[in-house]
């Protein structure tokens, strides 16, 4: 896609399709300021576009990204990926109850505070690649889960209670 084929505002080489995906122009010819203003020094942007799959652990996958410059020697078009968007969680049970789950604080460098409405039967810590790195039954309402011992990154805490899965982000500083 190109600026000027999803948005016609330029001499169109092509009929604009998708028009919900232009974001903006970075330039405009009566306002210099636009282009001096601009985060990058592109004639135009997208709208930021999410992909998704279903994935298998431990299989490899390939993403392919295509990208088109418009009549131009210059070679300056760019696609920036938004940092932590490569991530896999496990994936929660549909719920079956409005068992009301707070964490607190997300970001945190010792303790996270876990409370519910029901007795919290397990909590499981997955890190990013899906391995268990932590696992405890409270029964009870309320936990405080040690993350001191965690590497700095992301992590998912999945929560069971009454059989409903609950999972929750975490960062360890």
Known sequence: MKTNN?????????PSYNETYFSHYNFDDSNLSVAQNSAIEYGGQTVPLTAFA???PGDVY????VIA????????SAVFIEGGNFNTCPTPAPPISNDNVNLYPSYADEKITISADVDMEELVVVNMLGSVVASVNPN?????LDVKDLQSGIYFVSINMNGVKKVKRIVRK
């Open 6 to 14: 999803i948005h016609p505002d330029l001499p169109p080489i092509c």
């Open 54 to 56: 279903n994935v298998i």
């Open 62 to 65: 390939h993403l392919k990204l």
């Open 69 to 76: 410059d418009n009549n131009s020697s210059e070679l300056d």
């Open 140 to 144: 009870s309402k309320n936990y405080v």
